[in-house]
């Protein structure tokens, strides 16, 4: 089967997807992002991933054409055209600002360019399942690859990230965790953190500089349900080892446990029963809110 993306409202061949070099996005890094999970097809939370990919065009100056029943429709039809309107699918949505739209130093103006929208639909990865059932291991990266000075907007601008979890991989880990430069933890390099102590559930706050992610929110909701106690308070690299249970959070992976932490344990080395009863109401939250059945 042919892997189909959408650019600029199109479906085309993913190998024949062609993007201007002038284009800022490539460039600059001047855009931004948004990935969602599709289950079965449907797209979960999509009001609150459009609107905040709107939100953060409208931040940096870059209009998005068309409303969230549009887009809605445009993603479905790219779904289906990759044979993924009935399983479960990664979804990214990127917005760059278009073609030459550089500041020229002589003149007094910015050139007008066209936002380019391109669109990826494909399957989870395979490994997925083992991640949320085993665990994985995270590295503790340098403070160097925090992230910048707009911490709360998913810019295209992801190289500390992404040398960050490139060194992680090397490393043997699945992902790397971020910390300020006063030894905070911030998040990981593709996800959001929690730690489990006692029935005490905490996440490092939004006012140290990160993205508080969807899927972030609605599991400490979750997490409220159940009983436990939810704050977002600093936590320190010493704090990840000595927590009963440690999990990173995303929208297409869910909740996946860490269980190591550069060579050493997270509690047992296991998936604890927090992260366990989590991962099964968060699947209930999400079930009911999609009106989905097994």
Same mark, same amino acid.
């Given at each position: 089967?042919?892997?189909?993306?959408?650019?600029?409202?199109?479906?085309?061949?993913?190998?024949?997807?062609?993007?201007?070099?002038?284009?800022?996005g490539y460039l600059?890094?001047? $855009?931004?992002?948004?990935?969602?999970?599709?289950?079965?097809?449907?797209?979960?939370?999509?009001?609150?991933?459009?609107?905040?990919?709107?939100?953060?065009?409208?931040?940096? $100056?870059?209009?998005?054409?068309?409303?969230?029943?549009?887009?809605?429709?445009?993603? #479905?039809?790219?779904?289906? +055209?990759?044979?993924?309107?009935?399983?479960?699918?990664?979804?990214?949505?990127?917005v760059t600002r278009? $073609?030459?739209?550089?500041?020229?130093?002589?003149?007094?103006?910015?050139?007008?360019?066209?936002?380019?929208?391109?669109?990826?639909?494909?399957?989870?990865?395979e490994e997925l399942?083992?991640?949320?059932?085993?665990?994985?291991?995270?590295?503790?990266?340098?403070?160097? @690859?925090?992230?910048?000075?707009?911490?709360?907007?998913?810019?295209?601008? @992801?190289?500390?990230?992404?040398?960050?979890?490139?060194?992680?991989?090397?490393?043997?880990?699945?992902?790397?965790?971020?910390?300020?430069?006063?030894?905070?933890?911030?998040?990981?390099?593709?996800?959001?953190?929690?730690?489990? #102590?006692?029935?005490?559930?905490?996440?490092?706050?939004?006012?140290?500089?990160?993205?508080?992610?969807?899927?972030?929110?609605?599991?400490?909701?979750?997490?409220?349900?159940?009983?436990?106690?939810?704050?977002?308070?600093?936590?320190?690299?010493?704090?990840?080892?000595?927590?009963?249970?440690?999990?990173?959070?995303?929208?297409?992976?869910?909740?996946?446990?860490?269980? $190591?932490?550069?060579?050493? +344990?997270?509690?047992?080395?296991?998936?604890?029963?927090?992260? #366990?009863?989590?991962?099964?109401? @968060?699947?209930?939250?999400?079930?009911?809110?999609?009106?989905?059945?097994?």
């Open positions: 089967m042919t892997l189909h993306v959408e650019l600029n409202g199109r479906l085309v061949p993913a190998s024949e997807a062609q993007v201007s070099p002038f284009d800022a600059h890094g001047d $855009g931004v992002f948004d990935t969602l999970r599709a289950y079965r097809g449907e797209l979960f939370a999509f009001d609150e991933h459009f609107r905040r990919l709107h939100t953060q065009c409208e931040r940096i $100056g870059i209009e998005l054409a068309g409303d969230e029943s549009v887009w809605r429709v445009r993603l #479905q039809a790219l779904l289906q +055209k990759n044979s993924l309107a009935n399983t479960d699918a990664r979804v990214r949505i990127q278009g $073609g030459n739209s550089l500041l020229d130093p002589g003149d007094a103006h910015i050139n007008v360019a066209s936002p380019v929208t391109f669109v990826q639909a494909v399957p989870l990865p399942p083992r991640w949320q059932r085993d665990g994985v291991r995270a590295m503790a990266a340098s403070a160097a @690859y925090a992230r910048g000075n707009l911490p709360a907007i998913k810019s295209l601008n @992801y190289l500390p990230n992404m040398i960050a979890l490139r060194q992680a991989r090397i490393e043997g880990c699945h992902e790397a965790l971020l910390f300020n430069s006063q030894g905070k933890l911030l998040e990981g390099a593709t996800s959001n953190i929690f730690l489990v #102590q006692g029935t005490r559930l905490r996440t490092p706050s939004t006012r140290l500089g990160i993205l508080a992610g969807i899927t972030r929110r609605r599991v400490m909701a979750v997490a409220a349900d159940l009983g436990m106690r939810v704050e977002e308070a600093a936590s320190e690299l010493r704090d990840l080892v000595v927590a009963d249970e440690v999990f990173l959070t995303s929208s297409v992976r869910e909740i996946v446990p860490i269980v $190591g932490v550069d060579n050493m +344990k997270v509690a047992d080395g296991h998936s604890g029963p927090w992260t #366990q009863q989590l991962q099964w109401a @968060y699947n209930e939250h999400r079930r009911s809110s999609m009106g989905q059945e097994d």
